[in-house]
């Protein structure tokens, strides 16, 4: 039974995402034009001295890979919290809470379906990354695997939590400016933490502090063949803290307009 | 299924949306009259576990939903007043998915309701998307579809608000059906008086009160009237 319920939701995830191709060509126009683009212009502006993972002087566009990866699966994971909101304001999601598999199995597989979604962005996005010779080991690519499962289980649940406090898509607006773009722009996926401390204390302090930075360096880490303990333990952490609040959230409660 | 609501009351802020309601539901088609804002709804947010029960008990088969959830909901099936279908996947894509939270594969599903997709008129139209289908349509596809795992107990919303009069017929022919030949307890709201028969259980709520709750017939002869129309005008006046 839970096998079969598993697959039922895996396969409406990705019928989902096979009819929303535009979903997928603007996950990877965002990402792609700060490689081509933003990277291009900035290469000369930014010089990155050697620090780790990288064992030598780096071009800007080769440190941005990580960290666009990873926006690749901030934006897809707010965007699966966006497809809850839609689902219940169209009911839908009545029909999920309804089933008689136990909700945190049904939420899990959703956010594992999230997260076959998001690494098959990721890996599109690496292949595109290869025409600005951003070229990883082929260990490094498998290494990244398991850390961006990770790190969308993490920011899926963030996204299902988000999703219980969002009355009306109207307000999805405001997880963007109020979530995805702090997230991304407070941590190290554009810019190394050192490079921000020169320019203000207390921003490095927030981008240090910043979740996502944890699991921006620990995709960096994990693309080349390493590993940063300190961020695993962080985004091991929050990703079950924020998964259990995010089950919780979904308990019936006493007051109308929710799920009923 | 049998199913008990023992002193149930519910509150939205100030307002009683169900203020101490006593119901017993058997087997076979009750229906649950009420205009709207009666509290129908809020019901059944409160059967199918939707919404949290703060005052009273209901039990099914004599156990509680936080007892047996899963047993529970294998055996419900449940049409609401809104629309549940993904309007953006096809009507089999549908009855998969929902086969498929309920541990069934696709082809038994649809196996075991081929007859009532043919009866509905589904059968052409499985791989239609629900965005096409109209109004009528989508509703014989959720009432199909809540029939896929042979619930014994199933709670329909309004479930013919806004159809036509041939799809009306049909879905309430087909629950008919279910009711007296799968002994299946159904309870429909409605507040259409013309889709209460005589002989159904009637359940009349009115501001979150159940007003009477007895066979049709014998709540006809009870107060003296002809029917049901004029028994409704009846119970509010005493209501009021």
């Known amino acids: 039974m839970y096998w079969r319920c598993f697959v039922g939701v895996l396969t409406r995830e990705m019928l989902k995402f096979w009819q929303q191709r535009t979903r997928l060509l603007s996950a990877l126009v965002r990402p792609l034009l700060w490689l081509f683009v933003f990277a291009a212009g900035f290469r000369s502006a930014l010089g990155l001295s050697m620090t780790e993972p990288y064992e030598s002087y780096i071009l800007y566009e080769e440190y941005i890979v990580p960290g666009l990866a990873a926006m690749i699966v901030l934006f897809n994971s707010m965007q699966s919290s966006l497809s809850m909101v839609y689902d219940r304001e169209m009911g839908s999601m009545k029909v999920l809470l309804l089933s008689p598999v136990p909700r945190p199995f049904l939420l899990g597989s959703k956010l594992i379906a999230n997260t076959l979604v998001s690494a098959i962005q990721v890996y599109i996005f ?28 993490f920011l899926g649940s963030l996204g299902l939590l988000l999703a219980n406090y969002i009355k009306q898509l109207e307000n999805f607006a405001g997880v963007m400016n109020f979530v995805i773009f702090p997230l991304f722009f407070l941590s190290s996926a554009l810019y190394p ?36 303990h300190n961020a695993l333990a962080v985004v091991l952490c929050l990703t079950a803290i924020t998964f259990i609040f995010a089950v919780r959230s979904f308990r019936p409660k006493a007051s109308k307009g929710r799920f009923s | 299924m049998e199913i008990a609501v023992q002193a149930v009351s519910h509150q939205y802020g100030g307002h009683h949306a169900l203020d101490n309601i006593d119901l017993c539901l058997k087997p076979g088609l009750t229906m649950l009259l009420g205009p709207n804002g009666a509290g129908k709804s809020t019901l059944f947010a409160l059967i199918t576990g939707l919404q949290k029960l703060t005052q009273g008990n209901i039990t099914f088969d004599g ?13 419900m099936g449940v049409v609401f007043q809104q629309s549940t279908l993904d309007i953006d996947l096809s009507v089999k894509q549908n009855l998969s998915y929902f086969a498929s939270l309920h541990g069934i594969s696709t082809a038994s599903a649809l196996s075991h309701i081929q007859g009532l997709l043919d009866e509905l008129d589904l059968t052409s139209k499985l791989n239609t998307k629900i965005r096409n289908l109209n109004g009528g349509h989508r509703r014989r596809v959720e009432l199909a579809r809540c029939l896929i795992h042979k619930p014994s107990l199933l709670l329909l919303d309004e479930p013919t608000v806004g159809l036509d009069i041939e799809s009306r017929h049909l879905i309430l022919r087909v629950v008919q059906a279910l009711a007296h030949s799968q002994n299946v307890s159904v309870l429909w709201a409605t507040h259409l008086f013309e889709e209460v028969k005589h002989n159904n259980n009637l359940i009349v709520l009115s501001k979150g009160r159940v007003l009477a709750h007895d066979q049709c017939e014998a709540l006809l002869a009870k107060y003296h009237q002809q029917d049901i129309e004029h028994l409704w005008q009846h119970l509010m006046q005493e209501g009021s």
Do not use: H
């Open chain 1, 193 to 228: 933490l050192w490079k921000m401390r020169e320019a203000s204390e207390w921003l490095y302090q927030i981008c240090a502090f910043n979740p996502f930075s944890s699991g921006v360096e620990l995709l960096r880490f994990a693309l080349y063949e390493k590993l940063e």
């Open chain 1, 126 to 153: 690496f292949a595109f990354a290869l025409l600005l010779d951003v070229r990883l080991s082929a260990l490094g690519y498998v290494y990244a695997l398991p850390v961006i499962a990770l790190l969308s289980l």
């Open chain 2, 63 to 75: 156990a509680t939903l936080s007892q047996s959830r899963t047993s529970i909901m294998a055996k």
